[in-house]
Antibody, heavy 124, light 110 residues
């Protein structure tokens, strides 16, 4: 049973860099789109992006200039870095295992395993 | 402003049925598969429906999904107090080349 666990350093100062790591346990680290999603307080889900098993990435266009998602296969971890943060980046950040495929002219994309989430506050 | 549009809330009595709509466009719902997630208070989202109408193992058949054109619907029958949660639709947007979600719908059991 695959499990995901987010970890991070805690509060981040405005204009600083947010860094989070997701550790994958209990299953293979291969053939999936390892994803990050966030949820501001009292609001809905926002897709941030993913890193595929081969290292390819894709990011939300609204965050693309500030986001990097990378993977460390030997450690079974993938990471999120978000630069130049503001209060608007305060949210619960979730990591998830994504499945993205193109078949018969259609995409399907869904997240079938989620971490518990970690709250990140941007504050001075 | 979410790419996919959902009603903010729906409600029904225990045992009744609710339907949650999700509206999109030709670049997302019309040509790609939809998924649905349940988020109980204070917890992470959980996958309920994928590829429009498939249920992961362990999801009861009280939950069902359908899609037609640029809209999708999540149905919950035999409503239980434990179903009180926020529900989100999601898909891939081919124009944005990005995952997208609806704004979420809060289900209340009266």
């Amino acid at each position: 049973q695959v499990q995901l666990q987010e970890s991070g350093p805690g509060p981040v100062r405005p204009s600083g860099t947010l860094s989070l790591t997701c550790t994958v346990s209990g299953g293979s680290f291969s053939r999936s789109h390892w994803s990050w999603i966030r949820q501001p307080p009292g609001k809905g889900l926002e897709w941030i992006g993913y890193v595929y098993t081969t290292g390819g990435t894709n990011y939300n266009p609204s965050l693309k200039s500030r986001v990097t998602i990378s993977m460390d296969t030997p450690k079974n971890q993938f990471s999120l870095t978000l630069s130049s943060v503001t209060a608007a980046d305060t949210a619960v950040y979730f990591c998830a295992r994504g499945q993205l495929k193109w078949t018969s002219g259609h995409y399907y994309y869904y997240m079938d395993v989620w971490g518990r989430g970690t709250a990140v506050t941007v504050s001075s | 402003q979410s790419v996919l549009t959902q009603p903010p809330s729906v409600s029904a009595a225990p045992g009744q049925k609710v339907s949650i709509s999700c509206s999109g466009s030709s670049s997302n719902l019309e040509n790609n598969y939809v998924s649905w997630y349940q988020q109980l208070p204070g917890t992470a989202p959980k996958l309920l429906i994928y590829e429009n109408n498939k249920r992961p193992s362990g999801i009861p058949d009280r939950f069902s999904g359908s899609k037609s054109g640029t809209s999708a619907t999540l149905g919950i029958t035999g409503l239980q107090t434990g179903d009180e949660a926020d529900y989100y639709c999601g898909t891939w947007d081919s124009s944005l080349d990005s995952g997208v979600f609806g704004g979420g719908t809060k289900v209340t059991v009266l």
